[in-house]
């Protein structure tokens, strides 16, 4: 196993308190990226401390190989059905609990296990509290078919919401497109700031090429912001 001691303090620390809600018997979602990957390894802890019987699903590949090779049995969302509680990471939240996720191309599935779930705990350091949503690059998941057209929407949609200076830029990996665990493209929206969040996400959704946007409104619960001195606050 990794060691934890090596891992930003900050992450360890939401991780742990995130990780003492879990409970005997639960139907857990397991999120996706750094603060993530850091969970999982103190669920691993507990799993194998205290012989928890846990049902697993998660939000990528990469948390699937993780867990894993952490002896945590992944099994499919639609084999669970409903889980308990997703605990995930974000890369912005806002005093709302509104988030922006899909800083490492799986908000996707995250959104939806978070949204299979009875609750949605974020982990998170102190540098992803933001007062208002946008600083970071929104992602937002599109298929290859008509990439170009959805792309030109998306600026019109942009247009509209007098959010027209705002970058789309494909990602890449390397010189090549990312390819989502669902086989999709992801563009980013450098907003700067987005005054209004709901109307930005109904505009993306009404656009047929979109997939799926990196906000998620009203769907988290719960934000554990963890410190470097190893004390966690709660939003
Ligand atoms: C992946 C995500 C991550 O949860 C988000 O990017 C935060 O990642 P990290 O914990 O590495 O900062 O949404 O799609």
Redesign the pocket.
């Known amino acids: 196993m990794p060691d934890l001691s090596q891992s930003d303090p900050a992450?360890v620390a939401a991780s742990r308190a995130a990780v003492a809600l879990v409970r005997d018997g639960m139907k857990l979602g397991l999120?996706?990226?750094?603060?993530?990957?850091i969970m999982v390894q103190v669920l691993a802890e507990r799993v194998k401390a205290e012989g928890l019987n846990l049902r697993c699903a998660a939000?990528?590949k990469a948390t699937t190989d993780l867990a894993e090779s952490l002896g945590i049995k992944i099994e499919t969302l639609d084999e669970i059905g409903w889980l308990d509680l997703t605990i995930?990471?974000?890369?912005e939240v806002d005093p709302d609990l509104h988030l922006i996720?899909?800083?490492?191309?799986?908000?996707l599935r995250?959104k939806v296990v978070a949204m299979a779930s009875d609750r949605m705990v974020v982990i998170?350091d102190p540098g992803?509290v933001v007062d208002q949503l946008g600083a970071f690059p929104l992602?937002v998941e599109v298929l290859h078919f008509g990439f170009e057209t959805t792309r030109k929407l998306i600026r019109r949609a942009l247009d509209t919401l007098d959010l027209g200076q705002t970058e789309v830029l494909q990602r890449l990996k390397g010189s090549d497109p990312w390819v989502t665990d669902e086989g999709n493209l992801i563009l980013d929206l450098h907003l700067g700031v987005i005054p209004d969040a709901h109307a930005l996400a109904r505009a993306l959704a009404a656009i047929p090429g979109v997939v799926e946007h990196?906000l998620f409104l009203g769907i988290c619960d719960l934000a554990i912001i963890g410190k470097a001195d190893g004390t966690v606050v709660e939003l």
């Open positions: 992450k999120g996706t990226g750094s603060t993530a990957a939000t990528s995930d990471g974000a890369d996720k899909g800083g490492g191309g799986a908000h995250e998170a992803k992602p990196g």
